[in-house]
C-alpha cells in the first residue's frame, strides 16, 4: 500500500510552495492537480474551443494526451509530449481552468489518473478536492488556508518585487472571486473534508508551514 497525503485549500494559500517542500523533507513525490487541469484547459484554448460550450468542452477533454513527469525533483506537465509547465501558469490560463474544471465528465477522466498515481507512488498531493474525493482513504488530510487578506498581500508582495504594477484591493477581490466559484461549484466543490486537520497560516512562516505538515504526518 501507497503513503498518501492529501492537501487542500483556496488559491493562494501556499499549498504548492508547502507541499513541494514537506514532500522533499518526507521524501514523498508532490503532486499539483491543478497542473493537469491547468494543462487541458491551455489545450481547449489553443483549439480554440469556445470554453462556454460546455458540451464541447466535455466532447474534446478526452483529447489530449497530460502527463506528469519529475526533473531534478520538480513536477513537469506535459500535453501530448510538450513541457507546458511554464506556459500554464498565466493568469488567463489560471480563469479558464475555473470554468472548465467545474465540469464533472472533465473531472472524471483526470481523477482517475490522480488515483492510480497515488496507488503506485507515496506522494503529497495537492488541490481542491483531494481529500474529499480523489483520497478518501488518504493516510493524512491538510486542509490549509488563510484569510483572503494574508493570501492578496502575499500575491500583492510577491508582484511587487518583481517590479510588476498591481492593485492590492484588485487581488484581494480576485481572490475572494475564485474562492467563491471553487466553493459553490456543483461538482466537487472545496471543502475540508471531516478527518482533515485545518492548518490556517495567516500567522506563520513557510517553515513554520512546513514543520507542522511533516510533524503531522509523523515521519
Ligand atoms: O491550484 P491551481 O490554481 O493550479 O488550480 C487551477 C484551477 O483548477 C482552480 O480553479 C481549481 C481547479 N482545481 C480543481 O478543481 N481541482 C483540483 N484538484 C485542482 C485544481
Redesign the pocket.
Known sequence: MSYNVAV?GP?GAG??TIARAAAARLNLIYV???????AL?LYLIREGVDLEDEAEVIRRSGEPEITLGYEQGRQKVYLNGEDVSGS?RTEEV?IA??????LGPV?EG??AM?KALAARSDCI??????GTC?LPDADVKIYLTASSQVRAKRRYDELTAKGLACDYDQIKADIEA?DY??MH?QV?P?RQAEDAVLVDTSHMTIEEVVEKLVSLCGR
Not at 499539483?32 to 491547468?38: E, L, V
Open positions: 487542500d488559491a499549498k504548492s499539483d492537480t491543478g497542473a493537469m487541469y491547468r484547459t500554464i489560471g481552468t475555473a470554468r472548465v474544471s467545474a473531472r483526470i481523477v490522480q498531493m495537492d488541490g481542491r478536492d483531494i480523489v475564485r466559484q471553487d461549484r466537487s472545496l
